[in-house]
């Protein structure tokens, strides 16, 4: 991972741990503390974080990285029909992939390869 991209992460994590361990945070009932236990960095672009709470609960946290403007992490707490809408994506993206790997080699104009 690029070094910018790395410290830019770091500040994400430390900044989920710090919200969600605001004792006057919503739905906080039990002043709970939380912080990321273990990260899982995927590539430049993407991470998976678990943070864990005092009452030994994971929750899985979903970072990537949005490049527009000066680029920024983001994240959020995927749920089941997440990961199956983004597994039926792979799928497409494959075929779109497969699709349009013989027009890299048109010539200009070309409407063949």
């Known amino acids: ?14 900044k989920i741990a710090a919200d969600f361990s605001r004792q006057d945070r919503a739905h906080n009932r039990g002043e709970t503390f939380t912080y990321i236990k273990h990260r899982v960095i995927n590539d430049d672009c993407a ?38 809408g983004m597994a039926e994506f792979a799928e497409l993206l494959k075929k779109v992939e497969e699709t349009n790997w013989d027009k890299n080699f048109m010539e200009e104009g070309a409407t063949t390869p």
């Open 47 to 84: 991470a998976l974080l678990y943070q864990k709470e005092p009452s030994n609960k994971f929750a899985l946290v979903y970072a990537y990285w949005v490049g527009s403007g000066d680029g920024s992490w983001r994240y959020f707490f995927p749920k089941y029909n997440h990961i199956a």
């Open 1 to 14: 991972m690029q070094k910018d991209r790395a410290k830019r992460l770091k500040v994400l994590i430390d």
